[in-house]
């Protein structure tokens, strides 16, 4: 098993709007006039380019997420995104990171939408469910008063539609299905894998550990970092649950270039876009009444004395807190593998993206020289991703189906007017059925 896991990453950020003097927030009130779809339409095709192309280079899987009212990140409907990379990839796990469950009406879409896509990729995908930011609340019909009740309500409906047969009826609290029984289902079993990205909630931390899910922390300060997994640990220790490192996961802005100067000369900009105008917004915005429980606002009370507004960061705090880790190769490999396999115990960094402002060609840029010089400081012999390494769940061609599956239990079989019985879908030519001068009477045996 390798040593590490990279994964690329993309919010796919809106960068042409308003410099941060001109606007108080790019989230929830940054009017949408500032998006010309011209634009937009390059900015996706662009970033969902470098997401598939995260095969080609070797990573190990890769992912986008959901937001929404924000030039942070124009990914409303996520699972649209992953089913683009979904079509461009053949074998690279695709993650949605992950679908904001309070937001759904009914979450059985999410159920249905994601086996879908694990249908069509062969079992590749991983589900992300988030609770997503406070800002998601002041554009949904949703109170964030409920967001969490919601959030583990949804959860318990969509794995009981992955794993129970249906139909079945849902009446809970916030939800009410009277008819659950979706098609498809997924090919992973029990189900694709869950994870559950976090900013060090008590709650979600052992939710996590019990349920046995991937934990991911996003792009916060080491020292943070540091807490919430020592807690995970705790807890774990605490209830006899042995701590997998893969499972352990952060999101930490990377980028690396030939020299440490070019690598710095080439990311400043577009990094600090990230977190001085891409991230602005107030900070009540983030937390509005009602969405975090009583101990979690005790927590981040806590925390807020300690934490620098975002805005106000300075490149080199950036780099001094590990914000975002920047320089060749080898230095971002030495910091990854002492600062955060040795002491944090991680077992993924999902890290290398289109950032900010940045452009296309640089994404790729990065994505290479990592895949060159990086990634393989963390492998195994061979260099290949952990995902290589096993047998495919679906087979690679319509033969090797056939050999490997034979015939289906059920075989379709279609009920022809004037026919006596049934015929199988192979059958392509019924001369009795199309010739109009029968009237539907079977036709004379034809000679030869």
């Not at 927030?25 to 779809?37: A, E, G, M, R």
């Not at 280079?57 to 997420?65: A, E, P, R, S």
């Not at 640990?233 to 499972?247: D, F, H, L, P, S």
């Not at 010089?373 to 096993?390: H, I």
Request: charged share 20%; net charge neutral.
């Amino acid at each position: 098993m390798n040593a590490l896991d990279f994964f690329v990453f993309n919010t796919i950020h809106y960068p042409y709007i308003p410099p941060p003097e001109e606007n108080r927030s790019s989230w929830v009130t940054l009017s949408n006039k500032y998006f010309d779809p011209e634009l937009g339409h390059t900015v996706y095709n662009d970033a969902l380019e470098v997401s598939a192309s995260a095969e080609k280079f070797g990573y190990d899987g890769t992912l986008v997420n959901e937001h929404h009212s924000t030039a942070w990140g124009i990914q409303p409907a996520p699972n649209l995104s992953a089913m683009h990379i979904v079509a461009n990839t053949k074998h690279i796990p695709v993650g949605v990171i992950g679908n904001a469950l309070p937001l759904y009406n009914n979450p059985v879409r999410v159920a249905e939408e994601m086996a879908m896509l694990d249908v069509i990729s062969g079992g590749r995908m991983i589900s992300g469910f988030v609770v997503g930011t406070g800002m998601e609340y002041f554009s949904q019909p949703v109170s964030p008063a409920y967001a969490r009740e919601r959030f583990w309500e949804a959860h318990d409906l969509i794995l009981k539609a992955w794993t129970q047969d249906g139909p079945f009826m849902w009446e809970g609290e916030h939800f009410h299905v009277p008819h659950v029984n979706p098609w498809p289902r997924p090919i992973q079993k029990p189900h694709p894998e869950i994870w559950i990205p976090g900013l060090g909630s008590s709650e979600t931390i052992k939710k996590c550990v019990e349920k046995g899910y991937h934990y991911m922390t996003v792009f916060s300060p080491k020292w943070m970092v540091k807490g919430f997994f020592d807690a995970y640990r705790a807890y774990a220790e605490k209830i006899g649950v042995t701590v997998e490192r893969k499972k352990l996961k952060l999101a930490v802005m990377l980028y690396v270039a030939e020299t440490e100067a070019q690598a710095h000369r080439e990311a400043k900009a577009h990094l600090q876009w990230i977190y001085n105008t891409g991230l602005r917004h107030p900070q009540h915005y983030h937390g509005p009444p009602g969405y975090s429980t009583k101990q979690g606002f005790a927590s981040m009370m806590a925390l807020r004395g300690s934490l620098p507004e975002q805005p106000k960061l300075t490149y080199e705090e950036l780099l001094r807190d590990r914000y975002i880790i920047v320089g060749t190769p080898q230095q971002v490999g030495e910091i990854l593998h002492k600062e955060y396999v040795e002491e944090l115990g991680i077992g993924g960094i999902i890290g290398m993206g289109t950032w900010g402002s940045m452009p296309k060609w640089m994404a790729m840029k990065g994505l290479q020289l990592a895949a060159e010089e990086l990634l393989p400081l963390f492998r195994e012999k061979g260099g290949k991703p952990d995902y290589l390494k096993k047998a495919p769940l679906v087979p690679g061609s319509v033969a090797e189906r056939a050999a490997t599956f034979g015939k289906p239990k059920y075989p379709a079989m279609n009920k022809v007017d004037g026919l006596e019985h049934s015929v199988p879908r192979e059958v392509a030519h019924i001369a009795e059925v199309i010739d109009p001068s029968r009237n539907g009477k079977p036709a004379a045996p034809v000679s030869v």
